[in-house]
């Protein structure tokens, strides 16, 4: 079994920044694929960012520039430092992780960007 557990969610003003936090334990394999997503009230959850465990990263367009998805590998964690953050940012932020033995969600963290 695999856990994911997320911090680093919040309350900030628009133009301002936060830094999630993700850490994997349990049965992990020694390569797997981790990412963000999010979902907002009312909408399908939306992938974000992705890091592959060979250090790779993709971002979805809305976020590009302004969002940076990062890995410890020693710590096993995963981050989402977000800059210049907008009100359409706000969201549920969840942690997944993909390995040979399936894939696994945190239980998310809430980021709230407002004045």
């Known amino acids: 079994q695999v856990q994911l557990v997320e911090s680093g969610g919040g309350l900030v003003q628009p133009g301002g920044s936060l830094r999630l936090s993700c850490v994997a334990s349990g049965s992990l394999f020694s390569l797997y694929y981790m990412a963000w997503y999010r979902q907002a009230p009312g909408k399908q959850r939306e992938l974000v960012a992705t890091?592959?465990?060979?250090?790779?990263?993709n971002y979805v367009d809305s976020v590009k520039g302004r969002f940076t998805i990062s890995r410890d590998y020693a710590k096993n964690t995963v981050y989402l430092q977000m800059n210049t953050l907008k009100p359409e940012d706000m969201a549920v932020y969840y942690c997944?992780?993909?390995?040979?033995?399936?894939?696994?969600w945190g239980q998310g963290t809430q980021v709230t960007v407002s004045n």
């Open positions: 890091i592959t465990d060979g250090g790779s990263t």
């Open positions: 997944n992780l993909r390995q040979p033995t399936g894939q696994y």
